[in-house]
Each structure stands twice: as C-alpha cells, then as structure tokens.
C-alpha cells in the first residue's frame, strides 16, 4: 500500500535582516522539504528575483529591514511583472500593517511566532491561488472570485 505521494519542493526566497531569525526559519523550512535562498535585506531580495537567479515558489519577506524595506522590495518585484507570492513575515500584523502590506504588492501576512506547517500550508494555498488565476487569464476564461 502506497502512502500519498509527496509535494513537490518549494523554492522559496527568505528575507530576513535579523541572523538569528533568518537561521532559525531557514533550518525550519529545510526540514519541511524547501529549498531556501537567502536575502539579507530588500536590496539582496530585489536583486535576487531581477535578474533571475533561480525560479521561485514563493518569497518570505521581513518589513523592516535596512537598506530597503520589505514593503518597498514588494513594490520593486511587481513592478518588473513578477507575480510570485509574497508573504510578509512580521511581529506587527495589526489592521494597518496589514492594509500597508497588501497594498504594496504582498499576499498576505503571517505574524510571528508561527509554526512552520502553518507557514508551508499558506505558501502552497498562495501558489496554488496564482497558479490557478494565471492559468485562467492565459486561458482567456472567465475569473470567478475564489472564496
């Protein structure tokens, strides 16, 4: 008997300026079956995801950082048409911040502390979400809001 077969991998950007956070989620999502690349601010995330470096699943996206905020990293990536998820990873998810996040470009915001599970199942629902939209448009089919 046959167990259900695996999810496929995600390649997943993380951008994080705090070390210790960054080695801790990094380790997390690896022992989850990610692959992980790793951006120490919004500079290195943008540069990451402009020229190509590898194709991405998903990016994971700290707001304040220095150099360039999360948030303005956001508003570079979708500015080049790039429509990979982005998911803000933050301490601070009030009604505002959040607002702010989605206004930016990201999909959607996870508050720390979370469990990595929770972290993963968001990620693969986000992909899902966009693979399916784009799907639809490059189909020429009619959208339908998805509840």
């Given at each position: 008997?046959?167990g259900?077969?695996?999810?496929?991998?995600l390649?997943?950007l993380?951008?994080?300026?705090?070390?210790?956070n960054q080695?801790?989620?990094?380790?997390?999502?690896m022992?989850?079956?990610c692959?992980?690349?790793?951006?120490?601010d919004g500079?290195?995330a943008?540069e990451f995801?402009r020229?190509?470096k590898?194709p991405?699943d998903?990016?994971?996206?700290?707001?304040?950082?220095?150099?360039?905020s999360?948030?303005?990293?956001?508003k570079?990536?979708?500015?080049?048409?790039?429509?990979?998820?982005?998911?803000?990873?933050?301490?601070?998810?009030?009604?505002e911040?959040v607002?702010?996040?989605?206004?930016?470009?990201m999909?959607?915001?996870?508050?720390?502390?979370?469990?990595?599970s929770?972290l993963?199942r968001?990620m693969r629902?986000?992909?899902?979400?966009?693979t399916?939209?784009?799907?639809?448009?490059?189909?020429?089919?009619?959208l339908?809001?998805?509840?």
């Open positions: 008997m046959k259900a077969p695996a999810e496929p991998s390649q997943v993380l951008t994080e300026d705090n070390i210790i080695q801790l989620l990094r380790k997390q999502l022992k989850a079956g692959t992980v690349f790793v951006a120490n500079v290195e943008f995801v020229e190509g590898s991405l998903c990016i994971l996206m700290d707001i304040e950082m220095p150099r360039m999360g948030t303005e990293c956001a570079e990536i979708r500015r080049l048409n790039i429509q990979t998820p982005i998911i803000a990873v933050t301490a601070n998810a009030r009604s911040q607002k702010e996040i989605i206004a930016c470009g999909d959607d915001a996870v508050a720390k502390p979370f469990t990595t929770d993963v968001r629902e986000l992909i899902a979400t966009k399916a939209t784009c799907s639809m448009i490059e189909d020429n089919s009619p339908t809001p998805i509840s």
